[in-house]
């Protein structure tokens, strides 16, 4: 059970380069949700979903997109990068929402040159 | 939205000694998460404790969700201990957890 993982753990894009955030979990939760980390700020919700097919915006949503094909991957991508996406962004996964627990993954460390 | 305040933001201590980090919150809350931050960067589940009183080896939690804070006790430190710790409850119609600022501990050996 390898919980919730992401790939890449790093990467270092150009300016206006693009690139997509894979997040899988094998829990068989319904929802799945994008964070950032920034110095300062705590985390802060990018997007979520509460099941496959499903997509909504959370607080800081411009500058991303994300999919939810299948039940068991949410992927975050960047269509053209720009310094101010540089931040660790976290996946997260839970059965349900406000009454469950939320899981981690292990984060990916993105820098916009 | 809810607020959620951590405290103290900055906490240094010996080898061996105990802490207690504390969490308001400015609302009722049916969810509550600790979590561990390590110097890695990873986000480490220490208890999902909406409300009563959890341990984990030398680690317990506390929630009192009438009077709206968590307590995250700390005995006997190691340095492996050493990190950021955050609590984070529900904010809101998104589903999300509200994270506090942290509680960033260093344990000296």
């Known amino acids: 059970n390898a919980g919730v993982t992401q790939t890449p753990k790093f990467r270092v894009l150009k300016t206006g380069q693009s690139m997509t955030l894979l997040c899988a979990q094998d829990?068989?939760?319904?929802?799945m949700y994008w964070y950032r980390q920034d110095p300062g700020m705590g985390l802060r919700l990018i997007h979520y979903?509460?099941?496959?097919?499903?997509?909504a915006k959370g607080e800081v949503p411009d500058g991303y997109n994300v999919s939810r094909l299948k039940k068991q991957n949410f992927l975050l991508g960047l269509e053209s990068a720009a310094p101010s996406q540089t931040s660790v962004y976290f996946c997260?996964?839970?059965?349900?929402?406000?009454?469950?627990?939320?899981?981690f993954g292990p984060g990916t460390r993105l820098t916009v040159l | 939205g809810i607020q959620v305040e951590q405290s103290p933001p900055d906490l240094i201590l010996q080898e061996g000694a105990n802490s207690t980090l504390r969490c308001n919150f400015s609302?009722?809350?049916?969810?509550l998460q600790w979590f561990h931050q390590n110097p890695w960067g990873q986000l480490i589940n220490l208890f999902y404790?909406?409300?009563g009183t959890k341990q984990n080896g030398r680690l317990s939690a506390t929630t009192v969700a009438t009077e709206r804070y968590s307590l995250l006790y700390i005995s006997s430190s190691q340095t492996t201990d050493s990190g950021v710790y955050f609590c984070?409850?529900?904010?809101?119609?998104?589903?999300?957890?509200?994270f506090g600022k942290g509680t960033k501990l260093s344990v000296k050996p």
């Open positions: 404790i909406p409300s």
């Open positions: 997260a996964s839970s059965y349900y929402g406000d009454y469950n627990e939320q899981f």
């Open positions: 829990m068989n939760h319904e929802y």
């Open positions: 979903s509460v099941g496959e097919g499903t997509t």
């Open positions: 609302d009722s809350v049916n969810n």
């Open positions: 984070a409850t529900y904010g809101g119609s998104q589903g999300n957890l509200i």
